[in-house]
């Protein structure tokens, strides 16, 4: 199971990696299949994603800034098989309902903020 959490506040849901990206510049940017079993875990979700944020290299630095306009901020991410690092929940989309309304299937996206360890 993959969680991931802020202070508090902590989500665990089944993950499938479907992707990862990264802009020579910029963060590495994970997307990953979620699977939500009930609409607590969902809700938990819902209230850790950031909504606005913004990338930027400072002039003469070599640290890559990502600043939060709005929304939870940096949590712990942690995915089995891959590891656990730093990480912003910059998307989550319910793709799916399932039945009796207990669980969710997502998309959810992430930029890491931190190595993997």
Known sequence: ?????????STTFLAVVRGSSQNAADPE?????AHFASVAQWNAAVSLLTHRYHVH???GGTV?????????GEGTLV???LGTTSALMVE???TTYLPG?????ATAG???TAAWA
Do not use: E, W
């Open 92 to 94: 989550l989309r319910a």
């Open 110 to 112: 992430f930029i890491r």
């Open 64 to 72: 890559v800034v990502v600043d939060v306009a709005r929304g939870a």
């Open 101 to 105: 309304a207990t669980s969710r299937q």
């Open 79 to 81: 995915i089995p098989g």
């Open 57 to 59: 290299q400072p002039l």
């Open 1 to 9: 199971m993959a969680t991931f959490n802020i202070g508090a506040t």
């Open 29 to 33: 940017q994970i997307t990953v299949t």
